[in-house]
């Protein structure tokens, strides 16, 4: 009896003793863990693109993007790739590795950075859309930078009496997305919207559902340019007298019998 008490004794301690290097090892495992997770690399696309150029008589495009950047090393491995080419399109993709993810890598700046993409043939007058976003052309471009297109596409079109070109002149006016729109007179080089923009939550029915939502209505004048129609004034007085005192070129007949504008 004594010496399995003794035993029994010894094979207790043993076993505390065992418990607790495990409980060390876990420890030492979790703080690698960490460690290995705060400094952990992710793939990442560009903050932004700031131009593309072509370079190598057209055989390659050179892209200036925007990363992160900060005391540490916050970007690797800096690949510019070609991913296909149909349709008149050059499909390109650039990429990075990054661990500004991490509160604590200190990649809190941003700085600028070059991706070479080689094309293997010329560019020509194809287009070239990095990484299924930007859209850059080199028509109407200065080489060897390309152009970047806008809204309205690579190419414009020219300001017209036409409701395509209406919906334009929206889309290059500094107001809400989704807003109609009512022709109030058009003779080629001018043009007056009225634009109406349905405000209230995004999910308000009905009136008679009760919800209550309004419209905000403003008048917008426009002259046509080489790229579209310009805004150029926003009045909504009845008749002439009040644009014509911020637009006194603006012809008699567009705006005479110009209604005062509903607000809603």
Request: charged letters at 25%; one cysteine or more; a neutral charge.
């Amino acid at each position: 009896m004594w010496r399995r008490g003794i035993w029994a004794a010894v094979l207790g301690a043993a076993l505390v003793v065992i418990t607790g290097c495990g409980s060390k090892i876990a420890e030492t495992d979790e703080r690698a863990t960490g460690a290995a997770t705060a400094s952990a690399w992710t793939l990442a696309a560009p903050i932004r693109i700031d131009g593309v150029r072509t370079a190598d008589g057209g055989r390659s495009l050179v892209v200036d993007s925007e990363v992160p950047d900060g005391a540490r090393d916050c970007v690797r491995s800096l690949r510019g790739e070609l991913e296909t080419a149909e349709h008149g399109t050059v499909y390109v993709k650039v990429t990075y590795e990054t661990r500004s993810w991490d509160q604590d890598s200190g990649c809190t700046g941003t700085r600028r950075v070059k991706a070479t993409v080689k094309l293997g043939e010329p560019l020509g007058s194809r287009r070239v859309m990095v990484n299924s976003m930007d859209v850059y052309t080199p028509v109407g471009a200065t080489p060897p930078a390309l152009r970047q297109c806008g809204e309205n596409g690579c190419d414009p079109t020219p300001p017209r009496c036409t409701s395509s070109s209406y919906r334009q002149a929206v889309n290059d006016t500094d107001i809400p997305k989704h807003t109609s729109w009512e022709e109030r007179g058009c003779d080629g080089t001018w043009l007056t919207l009225d634009l109406s923009t349905r405000m209230g939550p995004a999910a308000c029915g009905d009136a008679g559902d009760g919800c209550s939502s309004s419209a905000v209505s403003q008048r917008w004048f426009y002259r046509a340019e080489s790229s579209g129609w310009r805004p150029v004034a926003t009045n909504g007085d009845a008749g002439c007298a009040g644009i014509h005192k911020v637009l006194p070129e603006l012809p008699e007949h567009l705006c005479a019998s110009l209604p005062r504008l509903d607000r809603g």
